[in-house]
C-alpha cells in the first residue's frame, strides 16, 4: 500500500509537475488479480483498485492498518467500473454490474471481489474511511439511485450526476459518494468550482478514450494547479483545493468525500471570474 501525507497550500505552490503528481495523482488502479490501494493521510482515506480476472481476490490487511483485518475500523464503498462480478461479503453474495455500488460497513472480515467473465473483467473502485460505527452493507444499482441532470450544452458541461453513499441515500459514517458522467461534446465538470474544508475529496476518472487527457484543476481557488490525468486514474484533493477538469474528450467520474458531514450540498463556490 502506497502512502501519501497530507501537505498544506504553502508547499503545494513550490511544487514542479512531477512533485504534484507523486503527491495527489494516483496512477495505478488496477492490475489484474490485485488490490491496489494508496492511503492519505487527508481524512485517511484509503483510495483503490481491484481487479480479479483469473481468480476472486481477496481485501488483504496490511500492516500499515494495525488491526486484525481491513474493516475492523474503516468502512468500505465500491463502485464497479468494469464487467459484472460478484462480491462476497462474510459469505454473502453481492452481484454488481457496471455502475453498480456496494457500502461494506465496519466490522465485515472477509471480503472477496470476483469476475464474471475473464475477458471482460470486474473493475472496482475503492474507497475507504475510518468509522465510529457499523452501518448495513447494502448494494445500490445505478438505476435505483438519487441522479440529477446538470450543466449545459453551452457551457460545454452537460452532465448526469448520480449519488449513492450520501445522507439521502446509503447511510455512512463519512463517506460520500456517487458519479458523474458527461455527454458527448461535453469536456467540463465541476465549474464553478468550490471546495469544501471539511471533507477531502478524491476522483477517479473512467470511460476516457486511452488516446485522451483530462486537464484536473486543483490548489486553492487563486493559486490553481493542473495534473494531466489518463483514464483509471486519480487524485487526492485535499480539503482547501478545488477540484474540477476539462477533457480533450468526453468522459465519466466518481466522486468520493470523508470528513466533517456526510451531506453532499455543503460546497463553498468560487465564481469563475475569481480563479487565477
Ligand atoms: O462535492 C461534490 C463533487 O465535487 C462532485 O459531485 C461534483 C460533480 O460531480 C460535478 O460537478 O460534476
Ligand atoms: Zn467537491
Same mark, same amino acid.
Not at 44 to 64: C, F, H, N, Q
Not at 149 to 167: D, L
Not at 216 to 236: I, K, S, W
Given at each position: 500500500?502506497?502512502?501519501?501525507?497530507?501537505?498544506?497550500?504553502?508547499?503545494?505552490? $513550490?511544487?514542479?509537475?512531477?512533485?504534484?503528481?507523486?503527491?495527489? #495523482? +494516483?496512477?495505478? *488502479?488496477?492490475?489484474?488479480?490485485?488490490?491496489?490501494?494508496?492511503?492519505?493521510?487527508?481524512?485517511?482515506? +484509503?483510495?483503490?483498485? =481491484?481487479?480479479?480476472?483469473?481468480?476472486?481476490?481477496? #481485501?488483504?490487511?496490511?500492516?500499515?492498518? !494495525?488491526?486484525?483485518?481491513?474493516?475492523?475500523?474503516?468502512? *468500505?464503498?465500491?463502485?464497479?467500473?468494469?464487467?459484472?462480478?460478484?462480491?462476497?461479503?462474510?459469505?454473502? /453474495?453481492?452481484? &454488481?454490474? !457496471? *455502475?453498480?455500488?456496494?457500502? +461494506?460497513? $465496519?466490522? $465485515?472480515?472477509?471480503?472477496?471481489?470476483?469476475?464474471?467473465?475473464?475477458?471482460?473483467?470486474?473493475?472496482?473502485?475503492?474507497?475507504?474511511?475510518?468509522?465510529?460505527?457499523?452501518?448495513?452493507?447494502? !448494494?445500490?444499482?445505478?438505476?435505483?439511485?438519487?441522479?440529477?441532470?446538470?450543466?449545459?450544452?453551452?457551457? /460545454?458541461?452537460? %452532465?448526469? +450526476?448520480?449519488?449513492?453513499?450520501?445522507?439521502?441515500?446509503?447511510?455512512?459514517?463519512?463517506?460520500?459518494?456517487? #458519479?458523474?458522467?458527461?455527454?458527448?461534446?461535453?469536456?467540463?465538470?465541476?465549474?464553478?468550482?468550490?471546495?469544501?474544508?471539511? %471533507?477531502?475529496?478524491?476522483?477517479?476518472?473512467?470511460?476516457?478514450?486511452? /488516446?485522451? $487527457?483530462?486537464?484536473? &484543476?486543483?490548489?486553492?481557488?487563486?493559486?490553481?494547479?493542473?495534473?494531466?490525468? =489518463?483514464?483509471?486514474?486519480?487524485? &487526492?484533493?485535499?480539503?482547501?483545493?478545488?477540484?474540477?477538469?476539462?477533457?480533450?474528450?468526453?468522459?465519466?467520474?466518481?466522486?468520493?468525500?470523508?470528513?466533517?458531514?456526510?451531506?453532499?450540498?455543503?460546497?463553498?463556490?468560487? =465564481?469563475?471570474?475569481?480563479?487565477?
Amino acid at each position: 500500500m502506497q502512502v501519501r501525507y497530507a501537505i498544506g497550500p504553502n508547499e503545494t505552490r $513550490r511544487l514542479d509537475t512531477n512533485d504534484l503528481r507523486e503527491n495527489f #495523482l +494516483i496512477e495505478t *488502479l488496477f492490475v489484474a488479480d490485485t488490490v491496489q490501494l494508496c492511503y492519505s493521510h487527508f481524512d485517511r482515506v +484509503i483510495v483503490g483498485g =481491484a481487479k480479479p480476472v483469473d481468480t476472486s481476490i481477496e #481485501l488483504p490487511t496490511y500492516s500499515e492498518l !494495525k488491526s486484525d483485518y481491513f474493516l475492523e475500523r474503516r468502512e *468500505l464503498g465500491v463502485i464497479n467500473v468494469g464487467g459484472a462480478g460478484t462480491i462476497q461479503v462474510d459469505g454473502q /453474495a453481492y452481484e &454488481l454490474g !457496471k *455502475l453498480d455500488c456496494l457500502y +461494506i460497513g $465496519r466490522g $465485515r472480515r472477509h471480503i472477496m471481489f470476483g469476475s464474471q467473465n475473464a475477458n471482460d473483467p470486474a473493475l472496482y473502485y475503492l474507497l475507504s474511511a475510518p468509522a465510529h460505527t457499523s452501518y448495513p452493507t447494502q !448494494k445500490a444499482a445505478q438505476q435505483d439511485v438519487f441522479s440529477a441532470p446538470m450543466g449545459s450544452k453551452e457551457g /460545454a458541461n452537460e %452532465r448526469v +450526476i448520480y449519488r449513492y453513499i450520501h445522507r439521502d441515500g446509503l447511510p455512512s459514517c463519512q463517506l460520500v459518494m456517487g #458519479l458523474t458522467i458527461l455527454q458527448p461534446g461535453s469536456v467540463w465538470n465541476t465549474m464553478p468550482a468550490h471546495v469544501h474544508d471539511r %471533507r477531502m475529496e478524491a476522483y477517479f476518472y473512467f470511460d476516457l478514450d486511452p /488516446a485522451h $487527457r483530462i486537464v484536473h &484543476l486543483m490548489g486553492q481557488p487563486t493559486e490553481t494547479r493542473h495534473l494531466l490525468v =489518463a483514464n483509471h486514474q486519480a487524485v &487526492l484533493s485535499p480539503p482547501w483545493s478545488i477540484h474540477s477538469g476539462c477533457g480533450t474528450t468526453n468522459y465519466s467520474f466518481i466522486w468520493g468525500m470523508a470528513g466533517e458531514n456526510t451531506d453532499y450540498a455543503d460546497m463553498d463556490m468560487t =465564481a469563475i471570474a475569481d480563479l487565477r
